[in-house]
T-cell receptor, first 115, second 114 residues
């Protein structure tokens, strides 16, 4: 089954304790991205990657890191989480065929609470 | 600065009637628009899209209308079914940024009442 998986699905942590949220896709997509969803703000892009070893900032990258060492994986790293990073996080992937119709496929989400 | 706005946080519609979800945008460079649907505890899934060269796109019960002069698009669902109850996100992209760079609205929670 074609899918994007994220782990963990739920996480409660404390300020300053480093954490990683994993994202994996089995569709051989070049493009991967991380979003956060907050009430009243919709989904905002954190980081994206066009291919292995190619990453770039989205609209709200502060406090986050990513890496793309393998095509299928795109982990999101919070080196020193703070309460304002409490949010619902989504990973997404998409092919890069060069057409405007490339659809993004989203993972199920990770609900993160930073105390 | 919210470039894509969905001003109705929620909408309640009776089963069988038409649901109309609205979306406004401010960036005139946007030329491709999408609607995503999200159920609780799941990620958003693509529903329907429209290019700025069109003013209407239809897929079964779902139709998206685009009014470029008003910078407004709407999603019509006819007839509405209980399974349509979800949060709907409008999204837009600009040509230079590619299809993958999406700017999302805040979402509208649609509830279909039996």
């Amino acid at each position: 089954e074609a899918q994007v998986t994220q782990n963990p699905r739920y996480l409660i942590t404390v300020t300053g304790k480093k954490l990683t949220v994993t994202c994996s896709q089995n569709m051989n997509h070049e493009y991967m991205s991380w979003y956060r969803q907050d009430p009243g703000l919709g989904l905002r892009q954190i980081y994206y990657s066009m291919n292995v070893e190619v990453t770039d900032k989205g609209d709200v990258p502060e406090g986050y890191k990513v890496s793309r060492k393998e095509k299928r994986n795109f982990p999101l790293i919070l080196e020193s989480p703070s309460p304002n990073q409490t949010s619902l996080y989504f990973c997404a992937s998409s092919p890069l065929t060069g057409t405007r119709t490339d659809t993004q496929y989203f993972g199920p989400g990770t609900r993160l609470t930073v105390l | 600065d919210q470039q894509v706005k969905q001003n109705s946080p929620s909408l309640s519609v009776q089963e069988g009637r038409i649901s109309i979800l609205n979306c406004d945008y401010t960036n005139s460079m946007f030329d491709y628009f999408l609607w995503y649907k999200k159920y609780p505890a799941e990620g958003p899934t693509f529903l329907i899209s429209i290019s700025s060269i069109k003013d209407k796109n239809e897929d079964g019960r779902f139709t998206v209308f685009l009014n470029k002069s008003a910078k407004h698009l709407s999603l019509h669902i006819v007839p509405s079914q209980p399974g349509d109850s979800a949060v709907y996100f409008c999204a837009a992209s600009a040509p230079r940024q590619g299809a993958q760079k999406l700017v999302f609205g805040q979402g509208t929670r649609l509830t279909i009442n039996p």
